[in-house]
């Protein structure tokens, strides 16, 4: 009770002195960003102000009532004023980011995206929830040039289900061969006892019988080497003729529709053939040691698809067909590797489902013609053509591959899955199989007991 009373004592004395009341000095709060200024009017006549931070706030008095405060930089600060009147004046003052161009900049860039901005102290948190993890890393990006640190507290939302594309690619091959060889050979036993053979020896040919023939009591025999395909030989005079007259015609046809799903934007390749061996010989310290590396062939599809805003898909596409080439592969040390004849295409194409495109096309048209003849004698009239052999050969190939990408959903539970036709049931039950889907024998009735017969 002693103290109480002292202090109230000390209060009226002060107030006595002139001491300014307690009811005299007030606080407010303030909030500011950097780069900007406010005025404060004061009510009376300021006598002195002061700040406890002035790389903050900035405090100028611009008349006797009026207070020009200036944020310099982030952080808090405390602006005392001292009115003529004794009353003291408190400003907490908190100076900010200037977060308006900050948030323009986010709502310019990303208007579909939900990104808000907070600021604490010399740092900036975005938080909000963005559609993917690229946009909220672009973001932090943008702002990172405008405030010391950037903190990411963006969620990233569930990403819709992919797309599912199918690809649909055919390769279309024709290949036609027509060939045509006409040739005569003569061969004269013994006619006008002279023995002799006249031939342009363009064609080969298997190893035939042996030809005899007399001339004066004297025999003559010839090992044919082309017997051609049209042969006559009359004894009496010695004279046999050889003649080759063929025509050939040869079609071959290549039709491969690989067909490949994969989810929008990811790769997807698969390869249907095989590898064959092809030795590699080996330098540096295993020098001459040779070693198999297998190289693969036929039927391989690779593919990237992204589908665009414009509702289209674009597609880097590289199909591709190869077969082993036995006659044109190369032997060495005692190794045959056979060559490959490929077809690829590789390209990036835009189109939209279900449409098709023509990525590829090949049309070779090629003759050969190969005449030989005997000088002189070929240039007899009607007879010259025995002395002539000529040989022609036309290949044609053509070649297209079309691609046809398609958005695709997956098979319901209910509904059919699709699967080779099979000519014949896959697997017929057998007897052991019809035994068991009957099931297990029945057990039979236990025969009743017979009835006792009267005396």
């Known amino acids: 009770m002693k103290s109480i009373v002292q202090a109230a004592f000390w209060l009226l004395a002060a107030l006595a002195a002139g001491w300014p009341s307690l009811a005299e000095t007030t606080s407010e709060e303030l909030r500011m960003t950097v780069g900007r200024s406010i005025v404060v009017d004061y009510p009376t006549d300021v006598r002195q ?39 003291r004046t408190f400003y907490n003052i908190t100076v900010e980011h200037n977060l308006e161009p900050i948030r323009r900049l986010l709502k310019e860039t990303f208007p579909n995206e939900d990104i808000r901005v907070q600021a604490a102290r010399d740092s900036i948190a975005l938080v909000g929830k963005v559609s993917s993890k690229e946009v909220a890393e672009r973001a932090v990006a943008e702002v990172a040039p405008l405030a010391k640190s950037v903190t990411s507290n963006l969620q990233i939302a569930t990403p819709p289900i992919d797309k599912q594309i199918i690809l649909r690619v055919k390769f279309a091959e024709l290949d036609r061969n027509a060939g045509s060889a006409v040739g005569v050979n003569l061969i004269s036993t013994g006619a006008g006892n002279t023995i002799g053979r006249a031939a342009t020896g363009q064609f080969p040919a298997p190893n035939p019988n042996t030809l005899s023939g007399q001339s004066s009591g004297a025999s003559s025999t010839f090992t044919l080497s082309d017997a051609l395909n049209i042969f006559a030989f009359r004894p009496d005079l010695n004279l046999a003729a050889f003649i080759k007259a063929l025509q050939n015609q040869d079609v071959l046809q290549i039709l491969a529709e690989p067909n490949l799903v994969t989810s929008n934007g990811k790769e997807a390749s698969f390869l249907v053939g095989g590898e064959f061996p092809v030795p590699v010989l080996q330098g540096g310290a295993n020098s001459g040691a040779v070693t198999v590396q297998f190289r693969e062939f036929g039927i391989r599809l690779t593919f990237l698809p ?30 045959t590797i056979p060559a ?4 690829r295409m590789e390209t990036t194409i835009e189109l939209g489902p279900g449409q098709s495109f023509a990525i590829g096309g090949l049309i070779d048209d090629r003759v050969t013609d190969s005449i030989q003849k005997i000088p002189g004698l070929s240039s ?14 036309k290949q044609k190939s053509e070649l297209v591959v079309l691609v046809t990408p398609e958005i695709t959903l997956p098979l319901s539970p209910s509904d059919p899955k699709p699967g080779p036709e099979m000519p014949k049931s896959f697997m017929e039950p057998t007897r052991f199989d019809k035994n068991f889907k009957a099931g297990p024998p029945k057990p039979q009735a236990a025969a009743k007991p017979a009835k006792k017969q009267g005396p």
Not at 308 to 329: F, H, Q, R
Not at 340 to 343: D, F, G, N, V
């Open 306 to 335: 992204t589908i665009t805003g414009n509702d289209t898909i674009k597609l880097y596409v590289k199909p591709e067909v190869s077969t082993i080439d036995i006659a044109n592969g190369v032997s060495i040390s005692g190794f």
């Open 380 to 393: 007899i009239p009607v007879l010259g053509a025995l002395f002539k052999s000529r040989s022609e050969r």
């Open 340 to 343: 490959l004849a490929t077809r």
């Open 49 to 87: 102000i002061s700040t406890s931070d002035p790389s903050v706030v900035d405090a100028v008095a611009v008349t006797t009532r009026e207070i020009l405060l200036h944020g310099k930089a982030h952080g808090s600060a405390t602006i005392i004023v001292w009115a003529k009147t004794g009353q």
